[in-house]
């Protein structure tokens, strides 16, 4: 049973068990902050138990909100792209979120994206601790700053530790990159390309901290 501890907050109810299907079963359940309030759904990570790299973005965007998976809107799109031009098998990695519920506002009719802050962050980190526990890759992959301050604190930034082979207490080895809905907001089309090829620069440094090439 949950404990109330402050209107709209409690502890995140992760279950003490080895199965990842039990612990995704109830992270649908959870009310730990107020983002469950507006979201259709909690969009837990998806891959194999053993996967040996884990990519962990923001937040579950509106495509993802409806379909309940996460990375399968333009922003996954475009990552599913560079990951196979970087040489990595989505089917073979685990892709989650640090924030599990869609946060937005709306504009009109549609449904704008809001930065999870850090309050919703640490209250969702049990999940992702979780995660990490269960799955336990060979190395974590953080896209955008969101991902980089759940695992080593809001003083991260992404700008300063892009493409480093990292360590944290949750993950041996941590890489950095950004997030790719950053690719699909750049001004004109060179830019998209140079930061395109960043980020596929940054998957294969990935991909090789993980001992997988
Ligand atoms: S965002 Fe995370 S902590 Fe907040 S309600 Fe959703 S699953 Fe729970």
């Not at 965007?61 to 922003?75: C, H, N, Q, S, T």
């Not at 890759?137 to 953080?142: D, G």
């Not at 004109?188 to 001992?211: K, N, P, T, W």
Request: hydrophobic share 35%; aromatic share 6%; charged share 30%.
């Amino acid at each position: 049973m949950q404990t109330k501890t402050e209107e709209g907050w409690r502890p995140a109810p992760v279950p003490g068990t080895s199965s990842l299907t039990q612990v995704r079963e109830a992270a649908r359940d959870c009310t730990a902050c107020p983002l469950y309030k507006r979201a259709t759904q909690t969009v837990f990570g998806e891959g194999p138990k053993g996967a040996p790299i884990m990519l962990v973005g923001e937040q579950p965007g509106d495509y993802e909100d409806v379909a309940g998976k996460p990375f399968v809107g333009p922003a996954g799109k475009i990552m599913d792209r560079a990951l196979e031009e970087a040489g990595i098998d989505r089917k073979q990695v685990y892709v989650t979120n640090a924030v599990k519920h869609f946060k937005w506002e709306p504009r009109g009719k549609r449904r704008i994206h809001q930065k999870p802050n850090s309050r919703e962050i640490a209250a969702c980190r049990p999940w992702l601790e979780a995660e990490l526990r269960l799955v336990r890759p060979k190395l974590l992959l953080c896209l955008g700053s969101t991902a980089g301050q759940a695992i080593f604190g809001p003083s991260f930034r992404v700008t300063r530790e892009r493409g480093r082979l990292l360590s944290a207490k949750l993950a041996p080895k941590v890489v950095a990159t950004v997030h790719p809905s950053s690719l699909l907001r750049q001004p004109d089309e060179e830019s998209r390309q140079r930061e395109y090829a960043h980020f596929v620069a940054d998957l294969r440094i990935a991909l090789r901290a993980a001992g997988q090439k």
